[in-house]
């Protein structure tokens, strides 16, 4: 299956970074973004759409793809996100505090939205590898079952 990205796309489209994004235009413009760009992947051929923590927070996005989709959320505590990410430099949502308060902030905040995902994934202490192999697996479920 094909791969997107939408942080990726949506960088394409804007011609500018997420970072450049936040700080020209603001998250609210950003977010209309991401909603464009998973509309624009959803009306593709069936596709693994990679997406930020933060994209289930926007009812749109929630709404298309509980209706033609399946969602994996990926789950790790906020502290072993904290160490993958360090300053959390580069990611807007975590600029101006302590990576691990505002993870922990945000993960509170979104903490509904992640429940209703089809599979929760735990990745604590997997390997990139082990998480991949998983996901290739959970994907040969769900077509299995279309």
Do not use: C
């Not at 593709?44 to 926007?58: D, H, K, L």
């Not at 360090?86 to 509904?112: D, F, K, S, V, Y």
Request: hydrophobic share 45%.
């Amino acid at each position: 299956m094909p791969f997107i990205d939408l942080d990726e796309e949506i960088e394409k489209l804007a011609g500018k970074s997420i970072p450049a994004i936040f700080e020209t235009l603001g998250e609210s413009a950003f977010r209309k973004m991401e909603t464009g760009a998973t509309e624009a992947a959803l009306a593709g051929e069936p596709a693994v759409i990679a997406s930020g923590a933060g994209w289930i927070a926007t009812a749109r996005n929630r709404a298309l793809l509980l209706s033609r989709g399946r969602i994996i959320y990926l789950r790790v505590s906020a502290e072993s996100a904290a160490s993958r990410l360090g300053e959390g430099h580069g990611r807007p949502m975590l600029a101006g505090g302590a990576t691990i308060e505002r993870l922990r902030r945000l993960e509170a905040e979104r903490g509904a939205f992640y429940e209703l995902a089809d599979v929760a994934l735990d990745t604590q202490g997997l390997s990139l590898q082990e998480v991949t192999d998983k996901l290739s697996d959970l994907i040969k479920v769900f077509r299995e079952e279309e």
